[in-house]
């Protein structure tokens, strides 16, 4: 059984004591797995088989199916765009629905559940709508309910800040809940229930004969899913290697392989290799003219950008007076121009229809080889690259759109990812 604890503080410094506990599972539930009643009755079942069976259960859930993207168009119907206060205490019903909908369904199998919101749970988070992040969890929230529940199921992707406003986390805010609990309660494993059998060598939509990473550090993980890897969010991953928490990604529903996102073993650490092939479609090149060229100019560029929340990638100035950058997501870059003209007297261009694709491992170079297999393959396939980067764990090129998908397929056969080597 578990016992109350100090409020964790997930912050990165300093992190505090954990409960640890015997017989406590934790698991989180994507949208996909929950769609239907049908498929939120399967879990129900799973789960009390679990609950039966002795353990405690601690679940944290995400809005059904596409109720998300429902909820953003009903916002949409009243008010466009919408107050992100209001439209984050829209967006924080559709994981309060899931988690009370799979209680009831627990409770009619004769499994004593409780529902919880992310405040309920002991979530505090900080930030703006839309973008929060947890700061700290109470623990002995879900202890108490433990006592009386065998299971608890929070409504993920949410919390409460100080001044008692609630917010939501952004992009995978399911993920990092989940992570964030298993660490505040002691839980040395958290499972990440979802649609795919867990992190491949690259997107199975794109390559065919893709495998299941059985294994794979913080580190390459965090690469991975900051490229583009889709299965868990960045955020989450830092926290699990902040709290030293593992975690396991499987399919909610199809008996198969897994992968777990663990710290890596030291007598791998030195050696070269490649884990998979991350990619991603929206990616801009920006090129900005300034009249008075030099690192200050440059870095209030930067802090221009910063302001109006684009975060630049791939940074470069190859003349004086021109600086480039790469820009990831599909968001607007017209604010941002227009501040870059009116307050620094620069001439920007933006450069569209281009993806990126990237080799992540480890060491990589630390042997020439990966880096010229790399550009052996954009050149076999004639693909211009106007951007690139590489360190340690990954080696990513800027390409156009239209090249991403054979370039990843290429990369992925030359790098013999498709075969299964432990």
Known sequence: MVNPSPKLDVSPDPPLP???????????????????PEMVNEVAAEVAAIAEAGDRVVLVVSAMGDSTDRLIALAGEFAEPPAPRELDQLMATGEQVSASVLAMALAERGVEAVSLSG????????????????????????????????VVVVAGFQGRDADGELLTLGRGGSDTTAVALAAALGGSECEIRTDVHGVRTADPRIVRD??????????AMV????????VLHPRSVELARRHKVAVRVMHASDPGPSTVVMAGEASLEGRPHVIGIAHERDVRLV??????????HYARVLATLAACGVRPDNLSWPDPGELRFTVRGSEPLGLPITRLAMELDARSTVFDELGSVSVVGTALLDSPGFVSELLR?????????????TSQSRLTAVIPTDAVDTTVRALHDSFGLAVDRT
């Open 119 to 150: 405040d309920q749970a002991g979530i505090e988070v900080a930030g703006e709508p839309g973008a929060g992040t947890i700061v700290r969890v109470d623990p002995g929230k879900i202890v108490a309910r433990l006592r009386d529940a065998r």
């Open 223 to 230: 690469e991975l899913a900051g490229l583009g890897a889709r």
């Open 210 to 219: 893709t495998r299941v990473v059985r294994t794979i550090s913080y580190d």
């Open 18 to 36: 954990k409960t640890r506990s015997k017989g406590l599972v934790i698991r989180k539930y994507g949208g996909s797995s929950l769609a239907t």
């Open 287 to 296: 090129r900005v003219e300034v009249s008075a060229p030099g690192m200050d």
């Open 377 to 389: 393959v954009l050149a076999g396939h004639r693909v211009t690259v106007p951007a690139m980067t």
